[in-house]
Every structure is written in C-alpha cells, then in structure tokens.
C-alpha cells in the first residue's frame, strides 16, 4: 500500500461539523483494515476510529462515540470521518491509517497500522 493522503480538515467552532477524507491508493483496499488517529501538540496519539472491510466492524473511542462516524467507499478507494457536535478538545492533527487488519486493529492500537497518512489539522474554537 501506498501512503494515504488525508484533506478536509480545517476551522470551525464548537458544535460545528468537519468530514474528513482520506484515499489510500493499492489493490488490496476493500481488504484492509483502516483507522484515524489524532495528536494534539505535547500529547500522544491517540485513537478515534477504525473500520474493517466487513459491514458493522466500525469501533470508536469512547471520547468520540455518538458524535464522529466512520465509513468507507471501496469503489474509491477512500475512508470517510464525519465530524459533528465538535469540541475544542477535539482540536488536533487526524491522520488516516491503514494496513490488513493486524492482531489488534479493532482495539484501536497505532501499533496494528503500518501505513500512515501526513495528517490534516482540525481546529474548533469556543
């Protein structure tokens, strides 16, 4: 797999919506196991989301629960977080990750992807 580029991240303030885009190029996409993942400066990564290749195998950390969804396209090859209800806690870098679906993956461990995008900053003020 190639690396996954990321867009659609950007301003808004607290209660607003962001849809996060992520395409990852390679023949083994519908196989893969996909995640997003922020960090925010000073802090470590942390977890957000991830999707497997089967329907109903999408798994969110509990920060984010009820609030972000995650969605794949296989046919274009992209991997889709909406955002909505954001905080200013939510404030930080997202990347997208991938890899095919590790010991691990649905435990949301950065460990379990090996193939990571540069990361789109998302900013919500107060």
């Known amino acids: 797999q190639e690396q996954p580029v990321e867009s659609g991240g950007g301003s808004v303030q607290a209660g607003g919506s962001l849809r996060l885009s992520c395409v990852a190029s390679g023949d083994s996409f519908d196989t893969s196991c996909m995640g997003w993942f922020r960090q925010s400066p000073g802090n470590e990564r942390e977890s957000v989301a991830a999707i497997g290749y089967a329907a109903g195998s999408e798994y969110y950390d509990a920060d984010v629960k009820g609030r972000f969804t995650i969605s794949r396209d296989n046919a274009k090859n992209r991997l889709y977080l909406e955002m909505n209800n954001l905080k200013p806690e939510d404030s930080a870098m997202y990347y997208c990750?991938?890899?095919?679906?590790?010991?691990?993956?649905?435990?949301?461990?950065?460990?379990?992807?090996?193939?990571w995008g540069q990361g789109t900053q998302v900013t919500v003020s107060s």
């Open positions: 990750a991938a890899d095919s679906c590790r010991q691990g993956w649905w435990l949301l461990r950065p460990v379990a992807f090996r193939n």
